[in-house]
């Protein structure tokens, strides 16, 4: 097939890529100018947040939990009253030097236990769900370039929809390229440039797009020389592809990244325990990638997960969906400690922990003191938060 | 109010909208046997399949040889069915239903439940009871060890299927509260299947079996009403609930006309559901030969599988080997629809979500290897404009008709008129 086939050149089909975008893309990028970038890490499914920073001194926790709990001699201690879980180990290089935050009981008002309401109430910032917009698609439209945030996997989450458009998800970044067979670039360019509306208007954006992010891509990417080993699990190949389009320059403002299978209804030790040590292993190698390229200082991950679980167990040694959680975040640019004071085990809401932060303050935080935008316009308030960014 | 049927015979861009929606997409020569006949007697024949599969399937689940490689298998022999298969609109049905009742086959790897779970899935297609289908579903190995009911036991319930019955496969999000619920697991309490379990007897053959021991039988308050309710309870009172039929007729609305359904269309729909208490074939006949379905063309962006499926039918359903097969499967993973492994128990949303940078460039390296490759069909005789795009002239028609058949073909196949349903 290759042999039919050749590199395209971009050259033409790079002005036709500037036509017929929505208004927001084709303004003048005024604010792309800043250098810090924010890496999201959303975990699906409903990350159980009592088992990932642990209150190992509270007898309720135990009580509640007499097969899943973290047993106390288990727990990587970060203060006189709370742990990690072993499988973030990896993590502990970052805490120790001052790096990692833990944001204690984080939720929203009006807890929703639908994973997919409540995952789009954080994706949209909107606890009443009247917004079909995501918070990073706004971001977007505030910086004017539909190229200042990626998603880094197979399908594009609401929190990067703009209002009429998505921003790009790049799933390889080796495989980010156009290749077209001789002869067929300019009937191509005939078809994308033929009147549409409706869906198909939407196809053709969205094709032109492509063609111009693809070429961007790959006009940068040959710049990373690869600082550290990866796991070889999907989700540290889309950490190393981040690294990959952070060392390129592309003004990529926000990158996206999530790891799945939160959802431990049963047997959740197993789980939870696999599911933490591939995140804790390729953030920590990530993190070490960055610092060989100089980058570090420069990068800060923050990382949600739709709900935590009820506090008690079930019968099947899982839990059922439940409300707050821990958020986490680190680099060299965050104010490392656990910003929030721990869940009430004894006062409950319906089983459930009660909320003491409003995720909106942790995200208008990032917004605000690490990529300088104005958080208000795109989270619709006022929210403030604990000062997790150094 | 019905649905408004469609009076006019079919032409050719009726048939060719028809066939598209129903058939994944067709030929030249069965897309002119279809015009000039009645909408009603088109839908009608085409709702009336049966269960035979597509002879000669090169793929059975029961030679694989790890739980892995038996998946890999079923999604194969599913992939051939709908590529060959006698009956695409049972197919298209079946992955509609599949879509809807979500298994995945992270939990799910034993081959007889998935085996199982699709055949409920074929002989329900377009049932005339919803109800009965839904019972059936919450009944399979399949989804009692998919959403965890398997371990729902009295005193230790888990909720996790009671809530997505309500969330996802009746009612929606709204007309329940979170007692009903838990309510509702308390009345599932019991519900498991013996055999089949774990990665050993991934071959074995596993039943479901009604505890009575780990039934809960006190009394329950469930979508406003009371009694010592039991599983069956609860499935009938979701199913037959009037939300449902508004919550499942938009989801046949979304695989049939658009992408974006007209919710006065859908109350239609909900109407006939309602008054023929959950016939999805009435709902369905009523629907395919509708005004509404025929002036709803290019408002569903095809789904991984449907441009694959689409492309190949449309080429008249060229040979391809088993192992070409297999990396389709793959392939339609990778932009997104891993057959029986949906992100999440939501299912694939489908529309725009289809659609990004990734996954619109895999769809041009599909359709190069489908048209220009050195493994690609024979296409001495190209699909028409009206085969490939729906329409007799496509935008852009005047320059494709000057390329030879196999770059035509390939540019169509990535036009956004051929990606469109």
């Known amino acids: ?390 | 109010m019905p649905l408004t049927p469609l009076s006019r015979p079919l032409t050719a861009e009726d048939a060719a909208h028809f066939l598209r929606r129903t058939a994944f997409g067709a030929t030249d020569a069965q897309i002119r046997a279809l015009v000039g006949r009645s909408a009603q007697q088109v839908a009608q024949q085409a709702l009336a399949f049966d269960q035979s599969l597509a002879p000669g399937n090169p793929f059975d689940p029961m030679q694989g040889a790890t739980p892995g490689a038996a998946v890999q298998l079923t999604r194969g022999a599913w992939l051939f069915e709908l590529c060959y298969g006698p009956h695409p609109l049972r197919e298209k049905l079946a992955l509609t239903w599949s879509n809807h009742f979500v298994v995945g086959t992270d939990k799910v790897r034993n081959v007889p439940a998935l085996a199982g779970y699709l055949g409920t899935l074929r002989r329900h297609a377009a049932t005339p009871s919803f109800e009965q289908f839904t019972l059936e579903v919450a009944q399979l190995p399949a989804m009692l060890r998919y959403l965890d009911n398997d371990q729902n036991r009295k005193g230790k319930p888990n909720e996790n299927f009671s809530r997505e019955l309500l969330e996802l496969f009746t009612t929606g999000i709204g007309p329940y509260t979170e007692t009903d619920v838990r309510e509702g697991a308390r009345a599932l309490t019991g519900w498991t299947y013996q055999g089949g379990r774990g990665n050993r007897q991934y071959l074995q053959q596993p039943a479901f079996v009604n505890q009575p021991t780990q039934h809960d039988p006190g009394r329950k308050t469930y979508l406003g009403q009371s009694g010592t309710f039991q599983g069956e309870d609860v499935i009938r009172l979701a199913a037959a609930h009037p939300a449902t039929a508004t919550f499942v007729s938009r989801k046949l609305h979304r695989a049939f006309l658009s992408d974006t359904p007209d919710p006065g269309a859908v109350q239609g729909s909900a109407d006939t559901w309602r008054r023929t208490n959950g016939n999805v074939l009435a709902v369905l006949s009523e629907l395919l030969a509708s005004e509404a379905f025929y002036a709803s063309r290019a408002r569903i962006i095809r789904s991984p599988l449907d441009f694959l499926v689409g492309a190949v039918r449309t080429l008249g359903q060229p040979n391809m080997d088993a192992r070409t097969l297999l990396n389709l499967t793959a392939t339609a993973g990778r932009m997104g629809q891993l057959m029986l492994q949906p992100d999440t128990v939501k299912g694939w949303d489908g529309g725009r979500e289809w659609i990004n940078d990734t996954t619109l460039l895999l769809r041009m390296q599909v359709a190069a290897a489908l048209t220009l490759g050195s493994k690609a069909p024979d296409l001495r005789a190209p699909p028409s404009f009206l085969a490939l795009t729906g329409q007799e002239r496509p935008p852009g028609a005047v320059l494709l008709a000057s390329l030879d058949g196999r770059q035509r073909t390939y540019l169509s196949l990535i036009s956004p008129e051929f990606q469109l349903a």
């Open chain 1, 1 to 390: 097939m290759t042999n039919r086939r050749d590199v395209l050149k971009l050259s033409a089909l790079a002005v036709a890529a500037t036509t017929g975008m929505p208004g927001f893309l084709a303004r003048a990028a005024t604010q792309a100018g800043g250098t810090n970038t924010l890496v999201v890490i959303q975990l699906t499914g409903g990350n159980d947040g009592l088992n990932t920073l642990i209150p190992y001194t509270n007898g309720a926790y135990y009580a509640a939990r007499p097969n899943i709990a973290i047993p106390k001699k288990d727990v990587l201690t970060v203060t006189p009253d709370l742990g990690m879980h072993p499988g973030l180990r990896p993590l502990m290089k970052l805490w120790d030097a001052g790096h990692l935050a833990w944001m204690e009981n984080v939720g929203y008002p009006n807890p929703n236990r639908s994973h997919f309401a409540s995952m789009a109430i954080w994706h949209t910032a909107d606890p009443t769900q009247a917004q079909a917009d995501g918070w990073i698609g706004r971001l977007a439209e505030q910086i004017g370039d539909p190229f200042c945030a990626s998603n880094v996997g197979a399908s594009t989450p609401q929190a990067l929809r703009a209002s009429d458009f998505s921003l790009p998800s790049i799933d390889a970044v080796d495989n980010f390229q156009i290749k077209l067979p001789a002869g067929t670039d300019t009937p191509f360019q005939s078809l994308l440039n033929s009147p549409r509306s409706g869906e198909a208007a939407y196809l053709t954006r969205a094709t032109r797009q492509m063609l111009k992010n693809t070429a961007r891509v790959q006009s940068g990417i040959k710049k990373y020389k690869a600082g550290a080993a990866y796991p070889d699990t999907k989700f540290a190949q889309q950490l190393r592809d981040t690294a990959r389009v952070i060392a390129a320059g592309l003004g990529q403002r926000v990158l996206y990244v999530s790891l799945g299978g939160f959802d431990t209804h049963a047997g959740q030790r197993a789980e939870q325990d696999e599911l933490l040590t591939t995140l804790a292993e390729g953030l920590a190698a990530f993190q070490t990638d960055l610092e060989r390229q100089g980058l570090a200082k420069n990068v800060v991950v923050m990382g949600f997960s739709e709900f935590g679980r009820r506090v008690a167990e079930n019968g099947s040694a899982g839990t059922d969906h439940g409300k707050g959680s821990v958020m986490f975040a680190f680099g060299e640019g965050v104010r490392g400690g656990v910003h929030g004071s721990s869940p009430d085990l004894e006062d409950l809401s319906d089983g459930d922990i009660k909320y003491r932060q409003d995720f909106r303050g942790v995200y208008a935080e990032a917004l605000t003191r690490w990529l300088r935008l104005d958080a208000r316009a795109i989270l619709g308030g006022t929210f403030n938060g604990p000062r997790w960014i150094a």
